[in-house]
């Protein structure tokens, strides 16, 4: 990997781990939100989760050019979509759950 400051970024962004990730990847919830492919099929954000899970478990050094092109994806919308935090309860929102497809529950300790 080129830029040590991206792996740091995304462990910092995502704050969930593969476990908790995979499970939240199998609920309705997570299925109904995020833009749709233009296959219509899976949304953008869940695939990105399957691809969060797939950097989780692999080796620093073994992370290809690819994996830290995602990585910098995931940064970046993560720090997008936090700034637009709605008021009030986010527990049962759409945004907090699309957050929870990349990566990121804001609601974690």
């Not at 994996?67 to 979509?81: L, Q, W």
């Amino acid at each position: 990997m080129a830029e040590t400051d991206t792996y740091a970024e995304f462990k910092e962004a995502v704050n969930m781990t593969a476990s908790e990730l995979e499970k939240w990847l199998e609920t309705d919830e997570s299925k109904d939100v995020g833009q749709k492919s233009s296959s219509g099929g899976e949304s953008v954000g869940h695939d990105s989760g399957r691809k969060i899970i797939k950097i989780l478990g692999t080796k620093k050094g073994d992370l290809t050019e690819a994996d830290e092109a995602h990585m910098r994806k995931v940064v970046g919308y993560v720090h997008r979509h936090l700034a637009q935090r709605p008021k009030g309860d986010v527990e049962d929102t759409k945004w907090r759950w699309s957050l929870m497809n990349w990566g990121h529950d804001p609601l974690k300790k």
